[in-house]
Each structure stands twice: as structure tokens, then as C-alpha cells.
């Protein structure tokens, strides 16, 4: 079976990679010939998303693919535009990533931008599989220097919980769905075990770390002018956005899709903050 995974330089394709049994034959559709050389032994297609000749082409003789793309102002054209070509070269299953919660009326832009992609592939002759995954724990590897550093890390979003899921068991999901019969025309939504606060998360990593960590809730406003310039407007909007959704505590809901599908129960705060312990210490 070929499959094509899309995104296996960024977090969930390479989970997704990583997951696939050896009876499956994985095809990485790459962005540009330099990456591509990182991944000696595999078949590798280079293809920018804005390229369709070049997306046509690795979709050529693909049974299945994985679709992610980068959360960008462009990422539903691409989605989109990718859902289409797939349809054109007969693939015959896709699995596309979308978020917990997309919904075309969400106060969130990335949200309305998944539901736009979702409301398209509905009326496409493929079957579909979409992932909806709640905040990935692997997220928090952006705040590693100032845990590391400081010993705390902030966001928006006082003392709400959220299902955050671990993005190795996106990737387990997104196999199966891949390979497996039984997935066309569902809609998954991946969460981990239980909903966390940020505060817990800052005891997990504590305790696995055995270093002190401390969380601070930071009023929107300080979040967004601490990170001006370092990303741009649409993001930084968006980001302020998504926290603002998981302060009111719209993403606490467990789903038991995880489990459901993997056969073990999803990755809890405190295995995620275990296995990445040395990311939260290397850079003190
Ligand atoms: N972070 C969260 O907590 C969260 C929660 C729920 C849903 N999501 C959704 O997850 C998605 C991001 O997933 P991720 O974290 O796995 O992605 P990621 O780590 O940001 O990686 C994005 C991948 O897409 C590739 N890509 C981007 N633009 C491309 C282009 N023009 N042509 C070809 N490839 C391109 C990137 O390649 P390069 O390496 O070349 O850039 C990279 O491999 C977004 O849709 C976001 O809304 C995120």
C-alpha cells in the first residue's frame, strides 16, 4: 500500500511516519530537495503545496495520504487545493488534520479556516478521515527555554483546563485511519486522558524535571506585546484567539477516540512531561 504523508518535517506528519507498520510503503512529500536529504532510505517527492504540478505528481499511484499543513493564512487554499488533486489522481482515502472545535461560526480564525477545509472535503467522492486534535503537549516545547532558563512559563489562560493531547497519539490515530477499514467519513477528536491546567502541566514538568516550575497567567494583552515581531499579525491574533477559546473552557471535553482506536489509553501529562524532561532542562 503507498501511502502519502505530507508535513513529515513538522510535528504530526513525523509522528504520523513514525506509526506506520512496515507492510505500508511511505512516500514524504517534502518542500524543497534540501530537507528531502533528511530522510536517506525513504522515497521522498519535493513538492511545495503552491506547486500543483509538483503535488500531482506525488500523489501519482497513492492509495492513501496524510494531509497537514502549517497553520498559515494560506493553509486552507493548500488543504483544499491538495483535497482536490488527490480526488484527481484517485487516491482513495485521505486523512486530513484539522482542530478540536472547528466550527465555520468560531470566534477563532484557524478554527473557521479547518471548518472551511472540512465543509469542502464533504463534497468530494474520496473517503475522508479528519482529525480534530485538542492543544498538543508537544506545544509546550516552545516555552523549554524559559522553563529551563526561568523555571516558569506564562500564556492566557488562567486556571482552565484543557484536554491537550500528545502528538504521538495524532500520529498512531492518523496510521490507522490510513490503513485501517472502518474510518471513511469520520470525524475524530483526540484528546488526552483528562483536562489539565496549566498549573498541573507546571507540577508535571516539575516533577519530572525535579526542578522547580511555575506557571503565570498573562492577560492577553502582555502575551501579545511580548511576542510583536516575533510572529506576524494574522498569528499572533490567531494565537491570542485560540487561548482566549481554552480560557473560557470550551476544550475540557475527553474523548475516548484515542483509546478507541490505538487500543491504549492516550498519553497522560505526566508521561508527555517524562519522556521530553531533558527538552525542559538542556538549555539551563
Ligand atoms: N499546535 C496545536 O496545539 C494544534 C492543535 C490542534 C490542531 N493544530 C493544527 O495542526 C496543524 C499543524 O500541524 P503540525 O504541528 O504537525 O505542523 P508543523 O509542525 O507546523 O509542520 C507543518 C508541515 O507542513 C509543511 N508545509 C508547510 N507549508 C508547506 C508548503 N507550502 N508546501 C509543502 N509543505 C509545507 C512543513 O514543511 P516545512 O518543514 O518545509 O515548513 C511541515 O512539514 C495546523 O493545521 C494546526 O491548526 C495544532
Redo the contacts with the bound molecule.
Sequence with gaps: MEVLI??????????TLAALGTDVTPRL????PE?ARRFPGRATAV?????TGAVRDALDGVDAAYL?????E??AE?QVRFADAAVAAGVRRLVV????AAAPDSPVR?LR??AAVEAHLATLPIERVVL?????F??LLAFAGPIAHRGRFGAPIGGAAVS??D?RD?GAVAAAALVEPGHAEATYTLTGPRPVTHPEIAEALAAATGRPVAFDDVPPAAFAAALAGALPPWQLEGLVE?YAHYARGEAATVDPAVERITGRPATDVLAFARDHAAAFTAAA
Design positions: 505530507t508535513g513529515a518535517t513538522g510535528a504530526t506528519g513525523a509522528a512529500m517534502i518542500r524543497t530537507q513538492a511545495d503545496l503552491d506547486d497537514v499543513t502549517s497553520s498559515s494560506q493553509a493548500h488534520l484539522s482542530q478540536y484557524f479556516w479547518h480534530r486534535p485538542n492543544l498538543f508537544q506545544g491537550a493531547v502528538v495524532i485560540d
